[in-house]
């Protein structure tokens, strides 16, 4: 009874301290309303609309999502998709880890290179890439191998380009790992006699255990919900993401389309749960600081040449596919004319040029308001002591695991009515649909969490008692934050920025719903000419988003380095 008094008592100590501080107040009732507004409604609108037919609540769409021709078949495809591409990225990705951190080897820098990759391009450039190397008119298929009918559309197609395109997360993940392991744990197990694969498969594979559990969850929910490769590559083969796209759009039926996105959301949460409450358990700790020794790397060029040998083929495969975009833009027709032309850019030039603008610019706005808006709820979560604050938490984290076709295709659901102050005619959100607010918030809730947990993991190692010194003088919640708070978390606030402003860029899942004539932007103008066969076209707009994101993260780098923020690149994905 006392435990619950004093419980109680501490409660009323924080409800009082924060409505003595108006500018916290407001920051905390404007956070709860952001994260509810943009993340839970449109997930209770979806939820309401699955149930929802003819007017009545029942489970008709439910019934026809798993009757329907062909639905039960492409659930079960995205399945089968995602286990698949998850096993072999997490293959590829342990070995590039391992071996960059276990043996002596040329070309580190290369292999961290192409884990930049998939941040700056957008999901579908290794799919458009595959086309022009194996598709009908393709460089290996029909010029050097003269195979005349050869189909890289389908599954096998759309496995090759999802491993290509997320081996890298799993490899980002496991490097760090890797490197943090204590050498003096595996150097006492050999100095007992084991050699080195017994000490790998007794020692150093169990401890990375948790991290390889965690990244195959984490590619296999960036599989099921990966929209663009497979409609760029999965011809026939059909997964719930673009299911939920062709039904809710292409036939109107939002009903089964809600339905499919509830499935879909299913399986990722089902996974993000299992992410979050039980491996994270597994975890292993061998060393509570600095690592005790420097590791001793495996140099016998019996290992290390063939190693190296097949990583830097594989890297270069893949730097190859990247590098085809901006060739092919630069080409007549890829497979017919390979004559040198500007034609792409020219057209794009002429009559193609306000989605690159409005993309860039709305990039911007969404990456400044992401990055001090992610900083801001992390010095809440952290920092504060508040009812609401593990929902702002739970609710900003969650939205990780949402698939981006599902916030869409709730966006869409959601904000085409106006929504009033409750009890009252007073307009509180008008109709967003078709404007540009509606998606600079769908850039902002895509990028926010990734934001959040930098913010938080940079919080979580600073001594409170210097904001505290600051609050005993006098200082408001406001100030702390502006003056001693956000200096201190500059690293994660500028990582931020970066990822925000490169996801924003290369976004489709999501705003592909949220399109209009008045805002046209990148990724779906480069999916409609890939659809139309302008493939030059498409090349060329791949090759300047890319550009303008490289060049983003480099003037963002330089300034970071400018304050003396060092980057660390084993940080989380």
Known sequence: MNDIKLKIDQELKYIKKITNDPALLITVLFSIFVVSFFVLVPLSNILKESFTSQGDLNLDNYRAAFTRSGNVVVIFNTIKLGLVTATLALIIGFFFAYTTSYMTIKGKRLFDFIAMLPI????????????????????????????????????????????????PIAYLMLVGLLQKIDPSVEEASRDLGANRVKVFTSVTFPLVVPGIGNAFLLVFIQSIADFANPVVIGGNFTTIAVKIYQEGIGNFQLGIATALAMILLS????????????????????????????????????????????????????????????????????????????????????????????????SIIATFITGFFSMIIAFLIVRKRFIGRTFIEFTTVMAMAIPGTIIGLGYVISYNKTYYIPFTNITLIPPLTGTALIIIVAFIIRSLPVGVRSGMSSLQQIDPSIEEAASILGASSQKIFFSVTLPMIKEAFFSGLIYSFARSMTLVSTIIFLISAKWKLLTPAVMENIDTGRIGVASAYCTMLIIIVSIVMIFMKIVTSRLGIQNDNSGEV
């Open 120 to 167: 700056i391009s957008p999901p579908f450039v290794v799919a458009l890439s595959a086309i022009l190397l194996f598709g009908r008119q393709g460089l290996i298929t029909r010029e050097l191998l003269g195979i005349r009918n050869y189909e890289i559309y389908g599954f096998h197609g759309l496995v090759l380009v999802q491993v290509l395109s997320f081996f």
């Open 267 to 362: 399986l990722s949460i089902s996974m993000f749960v299992i992410q979050r409450f039980y491996i994270n358990k597994k975890s292993y700790i061998t060393v509570t600081g600095k690592i005790s020794r420097k590791r001793e790397l495996i140099s016998d060029r019996i290992v290390t040449v063939p190693v190296t040998i097949l990583l830097v083929t594989i890297t270069l495969f893949v730097i190859g596919m990247y590098i085809l975009i901006p060739v092919n833009s630069f080409v007549k027709l890829w497979g017919i004319n390979y004559t040198p032309t500007l034609d792409h850019y020219k057209y794009i030039f002429k009559y193609g040029m306000d989605p690159v603008l409005q993309t860039t610019i709305l």
